[in-house]
């Protein structure tokens, strides 16, 4: 279980890393505040600028995308982030960037890193009632973020240790050795570790009240039900007292809940007119996907498979819209199941019991189109995707299957230019688009255009020494002397961006 390890440290290391961390950054030194300074204040947030916690927040994230925990799934990478975006657009005062990510994990956690970034585990997505439920959740995480509750932990937390922190910057080091980052394949558990030092911070009872506060009002302004955020701290509660230790006892340890925080919850949603909220669609797509992802293994995934036939039975009396949707996606779920398996014949029969229900849905057409692909059915899969690509432009799932469908059919040069429009609307979105895009390059025999792409896929995956491998293959490659200069300088780029980097993390450790 991916939170053992924040058990192995000691306490040893905090005035150390106090020490290391604050001289080192060159800021605000702590020991520079007046004595009785409130342990929530202004004054506190600005030994850790907002720059330098971006930056450490992208470190872990570099070596976080090559966990295998990390959901590289644009379904729901673009859900969740729609959502933070939402939310994070009616803090008041404003919120700095936030980027939302989903972790594999059954395990019903949440965890705000430095920098803005807000894992997701798969197990709360799951364990979430319906959208407002883990709205709440994201909003009271995005609340932390605005109120710099991780950069006053990190800088003023003196009596836990901070070891979860040098531990994990060590790590980050050790997996910068030049050669070290060229193999994907080797995941990190970054944000085991990341989520670790969240649970080490400990948030106060006022950090966790400020955030109840500014989250609900997100929560409310954002148009989701405000009754999300009690319900779901009322099932995490049940949660950490049925089973310690686990669940919602990890939240629980990080967020401590209590009576009073749900009797707050409870008279700011009293005190509200009464209104009605839409949730969307999305939502138990988004959940049925989630179940099927976090489960690894065949016995987990049977029972994720029966959990969502039970779904598809649960027909309401009144035959309500809400119940139309929850059994399309249980179906999806069923679906999507069966075609992990390589099973298409059960993940086409499970698709059509959900279409025969619920008519539009992207997921579902995505579905379809995945099926076609399973099947070499390319031409077919293309003209789904090309469809689904119109009616949902938004949505790079399709952009991404009209590239396949495109590179099945032998089409380079097609996928080519179709990927370049694509990467041109989402540079930094999508890093599969520029693998994908090396690949049709070197069928075309352009192996200098395709090291340079694979180069910027390494690089949006973190992986700074492979891209830089890239490049200089590239280089050698070349025969053109604009070609080349214009390589010279984006591998000057990586080089400086690598030295800053370990510069950083060498402070922390
Ligand atoms: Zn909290």
Redesign the pocket.
């Given at each position: 279980m991916r939170f053992h390890y924040s058990t192995q440290f000691s306490h040893l290391c905090v005035k150390l890393l106090a020490f290391a961390l604050i001289p080192a950054l060159a800021l605000t030194p702590v020991w520079a505040q007046p004595a009785g300074a409130p342990t929530i204040g202004a004054a506190s947030a600005a030994d850790l600028s907002p720059a330098l916690e971006r930056k450490l927040g992208e470190a872990i994230m570099e070596q976080g995308r090559r966990d295998p925990d990390y959901i590289n799934d644009p379904d729901i990478a673009q859900y969740l982030n729609v959502m933070a975006r939402k939310l994070a657009a009616n803090a008041p005062g404003g919120a700095p960037e936030i980027t939302a990510f989903g972790v594999r994990d059954s395990v019903i956690n949440a965890f705000a890193m430095p920098g803005g970034f807000v894992g997701i585990n798969t197990g709360l997505i799951v364990a979430a009632g319906d959208e407002s439920e883990l709205a709440g959740v994201l909003a009271?995480?995005i609340a932390?973020v605005v109120q710099r509750h991780i950069a006053r932990g990190l800088t003023q937390q003196q009596q836990s240790g901070h070891l979860a922190l040098a531990s994990l910057a060590a790590a980050l080091l050790a997996a910068m050795i030049p050669g070290g980052g060229a193999n994907l394949a080797v995941g990190l558990a970054a944000f085991g570790q990341a989520a670790a030092i969240e649970q080490q911070l400990g948030?106060s009872r006022d950090?966790?009240q400020e955030?109840d506060r500014m989250g609900f009002e997100m929560l409310r302004k954002a148009g989701f039900d405000p009754n999300g955020m009690a319900i779901m701290f009322g099932r995490l509660m049940n949660a950490a007292s049925l089973n310690e230790g686990r669940g919602g006892g990890i939240y629980a340890s990080?967020?401590p809940l209590s009576i009073q925080r749900m009797t707050d919850m409870q008279n700011r949603i009293r005190q509200l007119p009464l209104a009605r909220y839409q949730a969307s669609d999305a939502f138990w797509f988004v959940r049925a996907k989630s179940r099927v992802l976090q489960s690894t293994d065949s016995k987990a995934m049977r029972q994720a498979v029966e959990q969502m036939e039970e779904e598809t039975r649960q027909v309401g009396a009144d035959r309500s819209s809400l119940t139309t949707v929850r059994r399309a996606a249980a179906w999806y779920g069923v679906s999507l199941a069966a075609l992990t398996r390589k099973d298409i014949n059960g993940a086409t029969k499970a698709l059509s019991q959900a279409q025969s229900i619920m008519l539009n849905s992207p997921y579902l057409d995505l579905q379809r189109i995945d099926i076609d692909l399973a099947n070499k059915n390319a031409s077919a899969a293309l003209t789904s995707a090309q469809a689904g690509l119109k009616r949902y432009p938004d949505r790079r799932a399709f952009s991404l299957r009209v590239a396949q469908a495109l590179q099945m059919l032998g089409k380079d040069r097609e996928v080519v230019v179709f990927l370049k429009e694509q990467v041109s609307r989402w540079p930094t979105e999508e890093p599969s688009f520029f693998q994908m895009l090396a690949n049709s390059q070197d069928k075309l025999g352009d192996s200098v255009s395709a090291r340079q792409s694979m180069a910027t896929y390494y690089q949006l995956m973190g992986a700074l020494p492979a891209a830089a491998t890239q490049l200089q293959q590239a280089r050698t490659m070349s025969q053109d002397f604009y070609v080349q200069s214009q390589i010279d300088v984006e591998l000057n780029q990586i080089t400086k961006k690598i030295h800053e980097n370990r510069r950083l993390l060498e402070k922390l450790r």
């Open positions: 009271h995480e932390h948030f950090a966790e955030a990080t967020h």
